[in-house]
């Protein structure tokens, strides 16, 4: 949940409480106004553990994403590597045809990360090719790591530059 959203409910709660202590004694006022407080703590704990459970799913279903892969056989992990390589080039090229960037700076900053972006998917590739002759041993301890470690790079600089370009 947003912190504005949370702030705004805080805040009508709080606005609820004031109106609520019209004609009476400093005591009931004050009970009011507390109980106002208590629950706009409430509202924004649950919130917060909202946000954090969100979280916490997000994380735990890229954990079990990569496990899964960690633990798949060998020519079933290097079919979805490719087609992963695949997607990330296609959603790179498509979002370096639409990205605009303004000012000299942003346009040397989306040139380095073309040139990252080059490197990640180079050593991805390297290691599917490397992955084709590797015995079961060398895959599970040198190849697999290699290639998830360049896929993900690849996936974090598209969505950090996505952030950056592709959402104008």
Known sequence: MSRALVTFMVLIVLALAMTACGDKTPAEKAKAAGEAVGDAAKTTGDAVSDAATTTGEAVGNAV????????????AAVKAAQERVAEIEQNWRALLAKAEPTTDKAKVELQDADRQMADALATAKAKLVEAKDANDENWQQNVKPALEAALQKSQRLYEDVYARFGSR
Do not use: M, R, S, W
């Open 64 to 75: 079990q994403a990569t496990g899964e892969f960690l633990n798949q056989p060998k020519d």
